[in-house]
């Protein structure tokens, strides 16, 4: 088993910045690829950025050249680097870590808002 705890979130004005961290622990060895998701009031879960194994990301349209997704060579946690904020980027965020043996592991996710 893995458990993923996040940190970092709150109230930002926009135009901001945020870092959101997410520690990894319990079988970690296990995660291949590494991710963030966000919820937005009253839309579905999306993919925000993604870090493989071997350190390739990839961002959804909506946050790259803003957002910066980073991890931890042993595995022991990821980061979400978030520049540049917009109202639309509010929502809670979860950290996921996807495993070799198919299995996802999510965590309890963290509340951004970003308003002035």
């Known amino acids: 088993q893995v458990q993923l705890v996040e940190s970092g979130g709150g109230l930002v004005q926009p135009g901001g910045s945020l870092r959101l961290s997410c520690a990894a622990s319990?079988?970690?060895?296990?995660?291949?690829?590494m991710a963030w998701h966000r919820q937005a009031p009253g839309k579905q879960r999306e993919l925000v950025a993604l870090?493989?194994?071997?350190?390739?990301?990839r961002y959804a349209d909506s946050v790259k050249d803003r957002f910066t997704i980073s991890r931890e060579l042993n595995k022991s946690g990821v980061y979400l680097q978030m520049n540049s904020l917009k109202p639309e980027d509010t929502g809670i965020y979860y950290c996921?870590?996807?495993?070799?043996?198919?299995?996802?592991?999510w965590g309890q996710g963290t509340q951004v808002t970003v308003s002035s």
């Open positions: 996921v870590g996807e495993g070799y043996s198919g299995d996802s592991y």
């Open positions: 319990g079988n970690r060895y296990s995660i291949k690829d």
């Open positions: 870090i493989t194994s071997g350190l390739r990301a």
